[in-house]
T-cell receptor
Framework: DTGVSQNPRHKITKRGQNVTFRCDPI?????LYWYRQTLGQGPEFLTY????????KSRLLSDRFSAERPKGSFSTLEIQRTEQGDSAMYLC???????????FGPGTRLTVL | AQSVTQLGSHVSVSEGALVLLRCNYS??????LFWYVQYPNQGLQLLLK??????LVKGINGFEAEFKKSETSFHLTKPSAHMSDAAEYFC?????????FGAGTRLTVKP
């Protein structure tokens, strides 16, 4: 197993465009998390899944943000009508259960022009 | 609500000197506490975790942390810094649902 992977690693887009990021967790991990990290700050929790169920989404930053994990494996995070303030690193993590260590992917760096 | 505060956004030590990175937590339930390290342009890597077993937790790369309930602290230490320890360090607290991170401490190691 090669760990958590995220694609793309970098994304540059124009304001107003939609973007979608993909996360492939470690294969046997049930939980999958999304975080946003801005410069000089720690990761900020956005949402998480237990298998295919999204158990917490109230901390998504706005209704422009949505996430899916349709088959309980990979997940996607979509940002609609991007704004310059969305520029950040988006991190994905997975864990075997709620109290196990979270393994992080390398992140997707989004730049909104 | 749970939270962590990392005291000092930037710590600089000489190679071979003691490393001390401070973390205080707030939690309404017995906490699970973590220290992660992040190297430039990489994801976070777990250094160590506290899950209510031994209060002194040993991690990778010679790091350790001590859980002190009376002080609500979980400070990270390493007896002798190496150049390769230069990175960003994050303290985090977790309940069953989400993990809250501190703002991070950037460690610089001078030769």
């Amino acid at each position: 197993d090669t760990g958590v992977s995220q694609n793309p690693r970098h994304k540059i887009t124009k304001r107003g465009q939609n973007v979608t990021f993909r996360c492939d967790p470690i294969s046997e991990h049930n939980r999958l998390y999304w975080y946003r990290q801005t410069l000089g700050q720690g990761p900020e929790f956005l949402t998480y899944f237990q298998n295919e169920a999204q158990l917490e989404k109230s901390r998504l930053l706005s209704d422009r943000f949505s996430a899916e994990r349709p088959k309980g494996s990979f997940s996607t995070l979509e940002i609609q009508r991007t704004e310059q303030g969305d520029s950040a690193m988006y991190l994905c993590a997975s864990s075997l259960s709620s109290l196990n260590e979270q393994f992080f992917g390398p992140g997707t760096r989004l730049t909104v022009l | 609500a749970q939270s962590v505060t990392q005291l000092g956004s930037h710590v600089s030590v000489s190679e071979g000197a003691l490393v001390l990175l401070r973390c205080n937590y707030s939690s309404s339930v017995p906490p699970y506490l973590f220290w992660y390290v992040q190297y430039p342009n990489q994801g976070l890597q777990l250094l160590l975790k506290y899950t209510s077993a031994a209060t002194l937790v040993k991690g990778i790369n010679g790091f350790e942390a001590e859980f002190k309930k009376s002080e609500t602290s979980f400070h990270l230490t390493k007896p002798s810094a190496h150049m390769s320890d230069a990175a960003e360090y994050f303290c985090a607290v977790s309940d069953n649902n989400d993990m809250r991170f501190g703002a991070g401490t950037r460690l610089t190691v001078k030769p």
